[in-house]
């Protein structure tokens, strides 16, 4: 860690999140599955790595219907990922070693295998006719039961909670604290957009510009999502949390998304990088758009990659490059387990998916790849292993792999990472100043030169460090160098 004496800005504004998918992270009892014991047994790598938290994707109790994301008691855990002891043991290494842990809060829903769901179905949204709103894996989002509809955004499993009920929130309010106490850092808050519905139950309208693919996109979800009742609600987990770091998972266009660090969210969570086209002149609009709506004092943030999209390696072909940009951007950065070492999407052979959405979310759920034998299970995994020739014992010690990249630009940030930002070029290469430094990104096809000067501190070729750059530079396809500039 980073010296901090002397600066009074929390972590994680100069720091970096590493999101770890507990499933595939480390298998400590040998089931295929991983757990809070395996990733225990790994928080020295994350160390090494030189990230400062971890949030953990959903560890407790669950059907598993959608792999957590269904809880069925927000205070525990798993069988499968081990006991309350378990995560009290992990979250003392943590602090032990200075890593903070943010949770994965599950507020919009629970698995209809809750005793919630049973015993007090007023805490959920019932109709006696359903609407036209749609779930997001598809289909209507009203599932019949005893005549009447009860809504469920996602899966039928995760019937939605009832928000604008008191009790419904002193409970879910007592989850927050609940983890408070165990040691939690932070909170991911998921589905955060759809927590609060349209008080009238209105129509969604019809999305004109659908292409025809998912079902969601069809309507615009306009009386689903983003509800002004929700900013509301942040607030009061705001109060609950007091100064912990929380950070809300809002798919949303980028002036809706900043209105939420008005009610207390320190980030809403940025993921336009995931649909942007890979290309200088498109991300460097991104970045002034952002920056631009912005609202005074609110501190930016990145997302690549995660756990619901495709491994940023596999969509880019780029990525050293990309993590050049993810951890270069001004902001904090998340970065998803396995891209450190330039995991991809893997193909998951026809009747082995798991994922309920068509399994469309495997390919990026992959387990980790310690080294050439996989090194995450003892037993067969959960999912495949992708090209076991891309691993960590094989990149640990090379200092011209993508993981000794990421651990230099890791290291670099520091001395950055609460600089401004402003774009020099953005016409083949996407080049930026942040303080006394100067990024220049080749995102193209063809090698392209631009025009700079300076020391180059990091370089995707490992080579190149130490060199001094006049005037004009030559950048090959997907090459990245971060200049210490005069
Ligand atoms: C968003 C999560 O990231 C995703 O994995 C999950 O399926 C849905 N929320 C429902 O909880």
Redesign the pocket.
């Known amino acids: 860690m980073a010296d901090r004496s002397g600066d009074l800005s929390p972590w994680w504004r100069g720091g970096t999140i590493y999101q770890v998918y507990p499933r595939s992270f480390q298998d400590a009892n040998g089931d295929g599955v991983g757990d809070l014991a395996g990733i225990r047994e790994r928080l020295p790598y994350l160390r090494a790595l030189g990230v400062d938290g971890v949030w953990l994707s959903p560890f407790y109790p669950s059907p598993m219907a959608?792999f957590g994301?269904d809880v069925s008691d927000h205070q525990g855990v798993d069988p499968l990922f081990g006991t309350l002891e378990d995560f009290d043991a992990l979250a003392a290494e943590a602090r032990r070693l200075g890593l903070r842990l943010i949770l994965d809060y599950?507020p919009n829903?629970t698995s209809s295998e809750h005793p919630w769901f049973r015993e007090h179905p007023e805490y959920y949204i019932w109709r006696e006719e359903p609407n036209n709103w749609v779930s997001v894996f598809g289909g209507s989002a009203w599932e019949p039961r005893d005549g009447r509809f009860y809504y469920h955004a996602?899966l039928r499993e995760?019937p939605d909670l009832d928000w604008r009920r008191d009790d419904v929130r002193e409970r879910m309010l007592g989850v927050l604290r609940f983890w408070c106490e165990h040691g939690a850092d932070g909170f991911r808050i998921?589905?955060l957009r759809q927590t609060i519905k349209d008080a009238q139950w209105r129509d969604n309208p019809v999305n004109p510009d659908w292409d025809g693919r998912d079902e969601y996109d069809s309507l615009i979800p306009a009386f689903t999502t983003d509800q002004p009742e929700v900013q509301e609600l942040v607030r009061q987990f705001r109060e609950t949390v007091g100064e912990r770091l929380l950070i809300g998972?809002l798919y949303l266009p980028i002036e809706r998304l900043v209105a939420y660090y008005g009610s207390g969210l320190d980030m809403p969570a940025n993921f336009h990088l995931l649909s942007t086209a890979w290309g200088a002149a498109e991300i460097a609009a991104l970045v002034e758009r952002y920056e631009a709506a912005l609202p005074d004092g609110a501190w930016p943030n990145w997302v690549l990659s995660n756990?619901?999209r495709p491994r940023v390696a596999s969509r880019t072909g780029q990525p050293a490059a990309a993590a050049m940009l993810l951890l270069t951007l001004r902001g904090t950065p998340t970065l998803y387990y396995g891209d450190e070492i330039g995991m991809t999407d893997v193909e998951i052979e026809p009747g082995r998916e798991q994922d309920p959405w068509g399994g469309r979310r495997d390919p990026a759920r992959t387990p980790m790849q310690w080294d050439a034998g996989g090194g995450f299970s003892a037993a067969e995994p959960w999912l495949p292993y992708g090209d076991l020739r891309v691993n960590v014992a094989a990149q640990q010690d090379d200092p011209a792999s993508l993981l000794s990249l990421h651990r230099r630009l890791l290291r670099a940030r520091r001395d950055f990472a609460l600089e401004g930002y402003e774009t020099l070029a953005a016409d083949g290469v996407l080049a930026y100043r942040r303080g006394g430094f100067v990024i220049a990104l080749n995102l193209g096809a063809d090698a392209a030169a631009t025009q700079l000067t300076g020391e180059i501190a990091v370089a995707t070729d490992v080579a190149r460090a130490g060199e001094h750059v006049r005037r004009e530079t030559v950048l090959g396809p997907g090459e990245g160098i971060a200049l210490r500039v005069p």
């Open positions: 959608d994301y599950v829903h996602y995760q998921d589905a998972e756990h619901d």
